[in-house]
């Protein structure tokens, strides 16, 4: 089994930025990727980006590239995303989650069927 903590959200104002961390316990044999998603009222939970264990490969959705950096530090178990520039219409709750990406992974990684375990959330909120 996997645990995730979620940590670092809040509000800030659109252009801000925030850094999310995601504290990573147990082991599951399975799990072959990371991911950050995001989920605003009434919409579907969708893909930020992903990190591929077994290459650390680092995909992103191409609304964030550019502006969000995801990173490991397996040593620290903790996965994290700094998102930079931030717009009002990111506001949501924001979860880490493992799993199994199917291949090819920089395609089907947003797939959230493959995400078993997931993270409490936190609440991002961006102001005008």
């Known amino acids: 089994q996997v645990q995730l903590v979620e940590s670092g959200g809040g509000s800030v104002q659109a252009g801000g930025s925030l850094r999310l961390s995601c504290a990573v316990s147990?082991?599951?044999?399975?799990?072959?990727?990371m991911g950050w998603f995001r989920q605003a009222p009434g919409t579907e939970r969708e893909g930020v980006a992903v990190i591929i264990l077994g290459s650390s490969d680092i995909y992103y959705s191409d609304s964030v590239k550019g502006r969000f950096t995801m990173s490991r530090d397996a040593a620290k178990n903790t996965m994290n995303l700094q998102m930079n520039s931030l717009k009002r219409e990111e506001t949501a709750m924001y979860y880490c989650a493992a799993g199994v990406c199917p291949f090819p992974y920089w395609i089907r990684w947003k797939e959230t069927s493959g995400y078993g375990f997931w993270g409490q959330g936190a609440l991002v909120t961006v102001s005008s």
């Open positions: 147990g082991f599951a044999a399975s799990v072959n990727c």
